[in-house]
């Protein structure tokens, strides 16, 4: 049965391949842009992604704008979607707490604001992190009582990017709560491309990091041989949110998306400097040190890490049933993360080995 789907964040690395899936499932969907003389690009994109572009429509809007700055007749078009996929977000390091909230706070507001006036499920992306309670207690949130939680501290602690993800998570929980509306969250881990193609996008994390790797600058192992990076590849990701999203029984859940065979950081780090041809790093730096170092004014830029990327390098493991559970119900699984990791490297190497870092 095709729906209705009103996405935000459509043109980002997720929203692509979001549009190709579910186009592609024949499902019509109206994308919010912020700059919407884009669609055409958005369109050939999709299609090269394997989705049928003549199902994408396009409706201008800014998140964080009032009621998303819609004309009467962009409410029209969200008034007949099923779903709200809010993917949305300024995800980049080094962003002021005002700049982060504004889009990634009070723009999740308006979002959720928007679909619980229209009865309309709310499907939203959070990060793997808000299912790390250590984490999340070790940072200044409280779990328990977010509402207790000083969020300047937080932020503090976090930077603007993984600040706002956190305050937004818990904010739209209780708007939606508060209001009786129905919502569903998906926690992905760090995003790797598409297993098929390797495509990600210049901005992504991890295309920063194999950048980095390729051109030298991977001095050293953060963390010891218990940490990793969770990855999860884009085409499992959208296949659950796909799945979630118009699933009756999922309504105000949240589930992990995250592949527990990803390999340590020491092991992905190897793999992916055996595809580049270049030398591994074999030391191990503790996380603190690094830390420390990232401190000395000109290091962040000369390493080209930011400290607030190392929060997502980790020991925990994580408590998968659910989303187990999800793939035996919808028979789905997490392609191989070994060829999915490699085919992201070679489509970083040949063709966005010498654009900008995130
Ligand atoms: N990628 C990851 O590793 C990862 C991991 C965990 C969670 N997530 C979450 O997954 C979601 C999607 O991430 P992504 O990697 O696809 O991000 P992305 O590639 O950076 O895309 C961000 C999207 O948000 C849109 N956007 C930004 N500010 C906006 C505003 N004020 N109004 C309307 N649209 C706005 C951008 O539109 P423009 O084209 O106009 O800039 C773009 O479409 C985000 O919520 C992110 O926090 C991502």
């Keep these: 049965m095709s729906v209705e789907c009103f996405v935000t964040g459509g043109s980002g690395f997720v929203g692509q391949h979001l549009l190709a899936h579910l186009t592609t499932a024949g499902h019509k969907?109206?994308?919010?842009?912020?700059?919407?003389?884009n669609i055409g690009r958005l369109r050939d994109q999709v299609s090269q992604l394997g989705?049928?572009?003549?199902?994408?429509?396009?409706?201008?809007?800014?998140?964080?704008?009032?009621?998303?700055?819609?004309?009467?007749?962009?409410?029209?078009?969200?008034?007949?979607?099923s779903v709200v996929f809010h993917l949305a977000a300024q995800f980049s390091w080094g962003l002021t707490m005002e700049r982060a909230r504004a889009v990634n706070v009070?723009?999740?507001?308006?979002?959720?604001?928007?679909?619980a006036s229209q009865r309309i499920r709310l499907l939203m992306v959070g990060g793997f992190m808000l299912q790390n309670l250590g984490h999340l207690a070790s940072v200044g949130v409280d779990?328990?009582?977010?509402?207790?939680?000083?969020?300047?501290?937080?932020?503090?602690?976090?930077?603007?990017?993984?600040?706002s993800k956190l305050e937004a998570h818990f904010a739209v929980i209780r708007y939606m709560r508060e209001v009786g509306a129905d919502y569903t969250i998906v926690h992905p881990a760090t995003v790797c491309g598409h297993s098929q193609s390797g495509h990600i996008l210049q901005g992504q994390p991890l295309a920063g990091l194999i950048?980095?790797?390729?051109?030298?600058?991977?001095?050293?192992?953060?963390?010891?041989?218990?940490?990793?990076?969770?990855?999860?590849?884009?085409?499992?990701?959208?296949?659950?949110?796909?799945?979630?999203?118009?699933?009756?029984?999922?309504?105000n859940r949240q589930v992990l998306a995250l592949d527990e065979d990803t390999p340590n950081l020491q092991g992905m780090l190897e793999q992916?400097?055996?595809?580049?041809?270049?030398?591994?790093?074999?030391?191990?730096?503790?996380?603190?040190?690094?830390?420390?170092?990232?401190m000395i004014p000109g290091l962040p830029a000369r390493l080209a890490i930011s400290a607030?990327?190392?929060?997502?390098?980790?020991?925990?493991?994580?408590?998968?049933?659910?989303?187990?559970?999800?793939?035996?119900?919808?028979?789905?699984?997490?392609?191989d993360i070994w060829q999915t990791l490699e085919m992201t490297v070679r489509y970083v190497n040949g063709h966005l080995r010498n654009q900008g870092n995130h």
């Design 29 to 37: 969907t109206w994308v919010l842009m912020r700059s919407p003389e």
């Design 51 to 81: 989705g049928d572009p003549a199902l994408v429509h396009v409706v201008e809007g800014d998140i964080s704008r009032d009621g998303l700055g819609l004309s009467d007749a962009g409410k029209q078009c969200v008034s007949s979607a």
């Design 106 to 115: 009070q723009g999740a507001l308006n979002v959720a604001r928007l679909a």
């Design 143 to 163: 779990n328990e009582h977010p509402e207790n939680t000083h969020w300047p501290t937080v932020y503090g602690r976090v930077g603007g990017y993984e600040g």
């Design 211 to 251: 950048r980095n790797l390729a051109q030298g600058r991977f001095k050293a192992v953060p963390g010891s041989a218990r940490h990793w990076l969770p990855l999860v590849s884009v085409d499992y990701l959208v296949t659950m949110i796909t799945c979630v999203a118009l699933d009756p029984t999922m309504v």
């Design 272 to 294: 992916m400097a055996k595809t580049l041809q270049v030398k591994a790093p074999r030391l191990h730096v503790p996380i603190a040190v690094l830390r420390w170092l990232l």
């Design 308 to 335: 607030e990327s190392l929060d997502f390098i980790q020991t925990q493991r994580f408590d998968m049933a659910e989303s187990k559970q999800l793939e035996r119900n919808y028979q789905f699984s997490h392609p």
